[in-house]
Structure formats: C-alpha cells, structure tokens
C-alpha cells in the first residue's frame, strides 16, 4: 500500500475546504456518518466563537469512493463554507499579536493581511478533521481506536486514570461540553472560561490523544525522517495555535532520573499469543513510543499521565 498522506486546500472565507487523500487502499468502507460526527464535535465546546454558529459543515465525496468504497484512487472530500464573502471581506491593515497577518504579510510584501490569514485560519482544521474521520475508518478495519479529550483548561487539570478504556474515555468526554473524561473538573472548566470571556481575554489549554490497539514496530529507527514519533509531533505541532507536544511523560521526564522515566519489560505467558508476545510493561511513561517506533503500549500525545 503507498504511504498515507493528506493535502488540504481553502480558505477561511472562501467557497469551501478541500481535502485530498492518497494512499487508502480500495474496497475500504467510508463511514460518512462517522466523519460528519468527528465534523460536529470539532464545531462544539464550551465558549466556541460566533463562526460556530454560522456553519453547519458536512463532508461531500467528491471522487474517490463508490457506493460507499473506496476504489484506491485519490480521495477528494469538500466542506462547504456558509460564510462565504472572500472576495467582500474588508482589508486587514492592523496584524493581531499570535496570528500569522505580520509575518505574512513581511514575507509576501503586502500592506492586507487578509490574504495571509485567511489560508492561516483555524478555519482550516475542518478539511484536517475530516480527513481524520477518513483515517479512522482504516483504523477501525485494523482494530485501532483514538479518543482525544481535553486534559487541561487554564490553570484547571483533569484527572484522567492511566487505564481507562477507549469506549470509557469516549462516553465521558461526550458527556459534557468542555470535552474532558474528568467530570469533576467540568464545572472549573466553565468558570475558567468564564471569568476570561468576561476579563476580555481567552484562555488556552492542553489535549490529549490516546490511540490503543497499536501493533509494535511502526515507524523506524533507520532515518530519522521517518521516526514516528518526529513525525506525529511534527503534525501535531502544525495544528494552529500549538506551542508544545508531549509524547508520555514529556517535558516532565526532563525533571526525573532515569529509573523514574523507563518503562520496564515483563513476562506474561497468558499474553504470549496477542501482538507483543506476552512482553508486558506496568507503565507506560514512553508514550507508547521507542526510539521512534511504537512498542505496542498505547499511543499518548499530550499531557498524558504521569
């Protein structure tokens, strides 16, 4: 099968997102339903801006599939944008602090800052997320299951238990519309959201995605382009707004010795038969990640625990 890999293409107040797909393989079922939720969900949350109201994004399948299959050719799905006034949108003279508009506009000589930010919108995430459904219909046929919630609001932490299973972290998410598993921290949350909403300003957080069911030995250790785990921080840290990715315990491994960061192998002889050959650990502060290249514990991307 050829490398999976995505393009994505719009603006933010264009005519609508596209996205490209290469390298799924043909006869996979594409689960529209399963996309357009991942689509709402990423429209949802607590304290979402006014442009969340205006649109209603939905996938369209523009090549690629038929009756309801992939046929292993390029795949094409498009997002409507309701919002659609790029060619009316005013001139932006005034670049915003912590968005693209000044170095865009430096790096293309342009006194409008409109050209720059509406490519460098947040905007663009929808034709991401869908592709991202798209993704976990392969996933699924391969028995792989990713939940990503939220770990941290401001100065707010969820607890999130290091065992907790994919369809308990997914129900408990789903449950309140701040996005954590951690339903004591809800309501902390909503008022750190709040208070900011009502000093005038935002508040940032941290998120965290959790993939089970992942074989040992994706990725490699030969070239270091193709590490893994460079690889999934590099696409993580590309996502608008993103200052920091963690793999396991991160940046919290810098502050601990060394037999405090490993994860050490054990035997299981009633595991022998699953994917990892009865080679169990009892922790899991690698992030499931080795020398870039999965070990067969579960995936953590974020402020995972610790």
Same mark, same amino acid.
């Given at each position: @099968?050829?490398?999976?890999?995505?393009?994505?293409?719009?603006?933010?107040? %264009?005519?609508?997102?596209?996205?490209?797909?290469?390298?799924?393989?043909? %006869?996979?079922?594409? $689960?529209?339903?399963?996309?357009?939720?991942?689509?709402?969900?990423?429209?949802? %949350?607590?304290?979402?801006?006014?442009?969340?109201?205006?649109?209603?994004?939905?996938?369209?399948?523009?090549?690629?599939?038929?009756?309801?299959?992939?046929?292993?050719?390029?795949?094409?799905?498009?997002?409507?944008?309701?919002?659609?006034?790029?060619?009316?949108?005013?001139?932006?003279?005034?670049?915003?602090?912590?968005?693209?508009?000044?170095?865009?506009?430096?790096?293309?000589?342009?006194? $409008?800052?409109?050209?720059?930010?509406?490519?460098?919108?947040?905007?663009?995430?929808?034709?991401?997320?869908?592709?991202?459904?798209?993704?976990?219909?392969?996933?699924?046929?391969?028995?792989?299951?990713?939940?990503?919630?939220?770990?941290?609001?401001?100065?707010?932490?969820? +607890?999130?238990?290091?065992?907790?299973?994919? $369809?308990?972290?997914?129900?408990?998410?789903?449950?309140? +519309?701040?996005?954590?598993?951690?339903?004591?921290?809800?309501?902390?949350?909503?008022?750190?959201?709040?208070?900011?909403?009502?000093?005038?300003?935002?508040?940032?957080?941290?998120?965290?995605?959790?993939?089970?069911?992942?074989?040992?030995?994706?990725?490699?250790?030969?070239?270091?382009?193709?590490?893994?785990?460079?690889?999934? @921080?590099?696409?993580?840290?590309?996502?608008?707004?993103?200052?920091?990715?963690?793999?396991?315990?991160?940046?919290?491994?810098?502050?601990?010795?060394?037999?405090?960061?490993?994860?050490?192998?054990?035997?299981?002889?009633?595991?022998? +038969?699953?994917?990892?050959?009865?080679?169990?650990?009892?922790?899991?502060?690698?992030?499931?990640?080795?020398?870039?290249?999965?070990?067969?514990?579960?995936?953590?991307?974020?402020?995972?625990?610790?």
């Amino acid at each position: @099968m050829a490398e999976l890999n995505y393009r994505t293409a719009g603006e933010s107040h %264009g005519r609508a997102l596209t996205v490209l797909i290469e390298g799924l393989p043909a %006869g996979l079922a594409v $689960d529209l339903a399963l996309i357009n939720g991942e689509l709402r969900r990423r429209q949802g %949350g607590y304290g979402r801006g006014a442009r969340m109201k205006i649109e209603r994004d939905e996938a369209l399948i523009l090549s690629g599939v038929r009756a309801g299959q992939t046929m292993g050719s390029p795949l094409v799905l498009q997002i409507a944008n309701r919002d659609f006034r790029i060619d009316d949108a005013p001139v932006v003279q005034r670049p915003r602090p912590g968005h693209a508009d000044f170095a865009g506009a430096m790096k293309w000589l342009t006194t $409008d800052c409109r050209e720059t930010l509406e490519r460098a919108s947040a905007r663009e995430t929808a034709a991401r997320v869908a592709a991202g459904g798209l993704a976990k219909c392969l996933l699924s046929a391969f028995g792989v299951q990713c939940v990503g919630f939220v770990a941290e609001i401001g100065a707010v932490r969820a +607890d999130v238990p290091a065992d907790a299973t994919p $369809d308990a972290l997914a129900a408990a998410r789903a449950a309140n +519309d701040v996005y954590t598993p951690d339903a004591r921290a809800v309501d902390a949350m909503r008022a750190a959201i709040r208070q900011a909403k009502k000093d005038r300003d935002t508040v940032g957080g941290v998120v965290e995605v959790r993939v089970y069911g992942v074989p040992p030995g994706l990725g490699t250790c030969a070239a270091w382009q193709e590490k893994l785990d460079g690889r999934l @921080m590099q696409a993580v840290g590309s996502i608008q707004a993103m200052k920091g990715v963690e793999i396991g315990l991160g940046f919290e491994a810098a502050r601990r010795p060394g037999s405090a960061v490993h994860d050490a192998l054990y035997y299981d002889a009633a595991q022998r +038969d699953t994917a990892n050959f009865g080679f169990v650990r009892r922790s899991n502060r690698a992030g499931g990640l080795e020398g870039g290249m999965t070990n067969g514990m579960p995936l953590e991307i974020g402020r995972a625990h610790v």
